[in-house]
């Protein structure tokens, strides 16, 4: 229970990047469709999100240096549930951004797009992804930069570079998604029609496996954390 | 009631508000039967410290000025006539003593200071 | 259980400083003043007891209860109130209101309310765009608004006016007058606060000086002045903090042997400030 506090604080203490959080979500619409068109530049687009994600969900770390963060560790909890919280705030906020892909997916689908299975499994990879650089990124601030102040451009190239790499590896495969296409199909004779049920599993396993991981940094960071001083 | 602390004093300031207390029982000024404030109600109100109260307090007592009942506070007791004939005394033995002492510093004899004391009395 | 505060053998080692077997107590319904000049390890003292840091060696107990037996329960006892505001920058009056409300079962938010009224602080504002004074205020009011055992104030009334200085004077005595609640501030100056504090602890480089009953304090010690010259060997082993200026010496003499001075010196009551001063002076001669 104090664990969800934490993270309703974490959302108050981010709330401005909330505001303009719309407007992230319109511009990787428009940047997806202006890469690619239908299921593909629905890849671009969660790429895209996957990326906002990475960066945006790492805030909060930005906004407790030392003179700030007194009153938070006062409060009457533990580390354990103060840290939780962190998570719980990231996952939640890669999850929300999760819902709007997941909705744009179903608009397009509405709409009469063809996007067939294994589109929709990759986008799921990609959600995972985005899951994991968090987690990562989480394991990263706390280990090395929790409070920390005068690291601010090494803690923007761990919560930009991972996500953009991500972001552009997606956009050239989708630029070659067709060249690939053909030399899997044509070449090892595979339909990938058929394969779509084995893709969703490939899909589900990524995103629970993230999940694993992540609470696994999780429980790292507890751990860490319990031992040091203003923490 | 009024006590006022002077950190100029060099009487302790437990010892300030001991002797305003007890001067004003003396003259009447806090009747006997009368309650006194709590100790903490009268540390917050001076700005001093409760230990500095405290010790006040159980000074009065020990002296019979004050008594404390549980649960009923600090009551001024009746100053019976002895007891109040027994600090005025006190007070006009320090105040002769600081003349003796200072005439036997300056070396005044014995004569002329019951000289000064004797015209002092007429006026 | 008449002991609010227990400290016993407190030590946390840093690279270059060392804070070293601090022991006190502090009676249900006190004042204590925990008194040093910057850097005498006051403040890691006091995060000690709030739990900011670690508590490796030693202990503290608070109403009885210690930090590893229920650290919930421990931090809900405490009040803290630091030299500058602890609160997150970006955050308003309510976002506070908001998270005490969630962690703290004890806030009443009329009294919370009742505070920042009477003290006009400002609803829609940034807490980085509080004037010093506000900030404090908005500390006090967070944590006079739900029920603790200790407050814990770290020169909380560091440059404020006298006006407030005053007016958190009263608060403090207010909030021992039910006998079952005490206070502990360090600072380094005394001034004011010293007036309501009972009990003084007085450390000098992360060590132990001085720990007594305020008033004890006053009574064990005389200021003496004098010419240096006329200062007598046995005299001068029993001086603290000998201070030789160029028309005569000032230093403090414990009361017990005011009988060394004879005629020829000065001596008077010492104010507790002059009492660290010479105290501190005699440790750095060491």
Not at chain 1, 198 to 208: E, N, P, R, S, T
Request: net charge neutral; charged share 20%.
């Amino acid at each position: 229970m104090r664990a969800l506090h934490f993270m309703k604080i974490d959302y108050m203490l981010t709330r401005k990047q909330m505001y303009f959080m719309p407007a992230i979500l319109v511009l990787a619409w428009v940047v997806g469709t202006g890469v690619s068109k239908g299921a593909m530049s629905l890849l671009v687009t969660c790429s895209y999100v996957a990326f906002v994600a990475s960066i945006f969900s790492t805030a909060p770390f930005g906004y407790c240096v030392r003179k700030n963060r007194g009153f938070l560790l006062l409060l009457p909890a533990t580390v354990k549930e103060r840290v939780a919280g962190r998570f719980l705030y990231g996952l939640s906020f890669v999850g929300l951004l999760g819902v709007f892909c997941g909705i744009l997916w179903g608009v397009y689908a509405m709409m009469g797009y063809e996007l067939p299975l294994w589109t929709v499994a990759i986008g799921l990879c990609e959600l995972a992804v985005g899951i994991l650089i968090m987690a990562l990124e989480f394991l990263f601030f706390y280990l090395f930069g929790e409070g920390k102040e005068n690291w601010q451009q090494l803690s923007n190239i761990v919560r930009i570079a991972p996500g953009m790499a991500m972001f552009f590896g997606m956009t050239y495969f989708v630029g070659k998604i067709e060249e690939i296409q053909s030399t899997t199909a044509g070449g090892m004779g595979i339909d990938p029609e058929a394969l779509s049920g084995k893709f969703m599993q490939v899909g589900v396993i990524a995103i629970l496996a993230a999940l694993l991981l992540t609470a696994v940094a999780a429980a790292v960071c507890m751990k860490v954390i319990e031992n040091r001083d203003y923490a | 009631m009024k006590i006022i602390i002077s950190n100029q004093s060099e009487l302790p300031i437990y010892a300030q508000i001991r002797e305003q207390l007890k001067e004003q029982i003396l003259n009447g000024q806090i009747p006997e039967g009368e309650t006194l404030p709590s100790i903490r109600q009268l540390a917050k109100e001076v700005g001093v410290s409760v230990i500095t109260t405290t010790r006040a307090y159980s000074e009065l007592e020990a002296e019979g000025f004050i008594a404390t009942m549980q649960g009923k506070g600090s009551v001024v007791l009746p100053t019976d006539n002895n007891l109040l004939r027994e600090q005025y005394l006190l007070r006009i033995e320090e105040g002769l003593s600081t003349a003796i002492e200072t005439a036997k510093t300056m070396g005044m004899s014995k004569d002329e200071l019951t000289d000064i004391f004797h015209n002092l009395l007429e006026t | 259980m008449m002991e609010l505060l227990e400290v016993k053998n407190l030590s946390k080692h840093y690279k270059n400083f060392d804070l070293k077997d601090i022991s006190f107590t502090l009676p249900k319904g006190y004042i204590m003043g925990y008194v040093g000049a910057n850097g005498s390890g006051k403040t890691t003292t006091l995060n000690l007891i709030t739990g900011v840091l670690k508590c490796v060696e030693g202990d503290v107990r608070i109403d009885g209860l210690s930090r590893e037996k229920g650290e919930q329960a421990y931090k809900e006892k405490i009040g803290y109130v630091g030299d500058e505001s602890y609160f997150p920058d970006h955050f308003k009056i309510k976002h506070i209101r908001n998270v005490i409300k969630d962690f703290y079962p004890t806030f009443s938010k009329d009294k919370f309310n009742g505070f920042i009224r009477k003290w006009n602080l400002p609803e829609n504002k940034l807490i980085k765009d509080f004037s010093r004074g506000m900030k404090v205020m908005l500390m006090f009011a967070s944590v006079l608004a739900r029920d603790t055992k200790l407050l814990v104030l770290d020169e909380a009334t560091n440059g404020l006016d006298p006006v407030m200085r005053t007016e958190i004077l009263k608060l403090l005595q207010e909030y021992v007058m039910d006998g079952e609640r005490s206070v502990i501030f360090s600072t380094h100056i005394l001034s004011d606060l010293e007036q309501i504090a009972d009990y003084i602890y007085f450390i000098h480089r992360g060590r132990t000086i001085l720990y007594d009953a305020k008033d004890e304090l006053i009574e064990n010690f005389l200021l003496v002045k004098g010419e240096s010259a006329k200062i007598p060997p046995a005299l001068k082993k029993e001086l603290i903090g000998l201070e030789e200026k160029t028309y005569g010496f000032e230093a403090i003499l414990p009361s017990d042997k005011a009988e060394l001075l004879g005629n020829a010196f000065l001596f008077e009551k010492p104010t507790i400030d002059q009492i660290v001063i010479h105290y501190i002076k005699s440790r750095e001669e060491q």
